[in-house]
């Protein structure tokens, strides 16, 4: 499995940003797609994830203001975040897990990472 995360930059605060994770190779049928950021000097933490079903899980930062969403057909899997803050500023990852406790988040059950793409929140 590859994935190509993809849509970073730098944007204002309360701006809008939608990043997207282009999986390839042998996804599988059942899995979920998680998306992770890790800023300088923190820990990596989960920021939400979707099963293939289309369920998909947020962790608190992520609630009310990020919608995860994905194109089946296409393979990818979006992260549209709103209304975003200097917090959010850190390096996003994408990772593919076909393990189904893996939509609450637990990196660990990641098997597959993309390489990250940087979100710069700054006025």
């Known amino acids: 499995v590859q994935l190509q995360a993809s849509g970073g930059g730098l944007v204002r605060p309360g701006g809008s940003l939608r990043l997207s994770c282009a999986a390839s190779?042998?996804?599988?049928?059942?899995?979920?797609i998680g998306w992770f950021r890790q800023a300088p000097g923190k820990e990596r933490e989960v920021v939400s994830c979707?099963?293939?079903?289309?369920?998909?899980y947020y962790a608190d930062p992520a609630k009310d203001r990020f919608t995860i969403s994905r194109d089946s057909a296409k393979n990818t899997v979006f992260l549209q975040m709103n209304s975003l803050q200097p917090g959010d500023t850190a390096v996003y990852y994408c990772?593919?897990?076909?393990?189904?406790?893996?939509?609450?988040?637990?990196?660990?059950?990641?098997?597959?990472w993309g390489q990250g793409t940087q979100v710069t929140v700054s006025s």
């Open positions: 990772a593919h897990s076909q393990k189904l406790m893996a939509i609450y988040g637990a990196s660990e059950l990641y098997d597959y």
């Open positions: 190779g042998f996804i599988g049928d059942s899995y979920v």
């Open positions: 979707i099963h293939s079903t289309g369920s998909a």
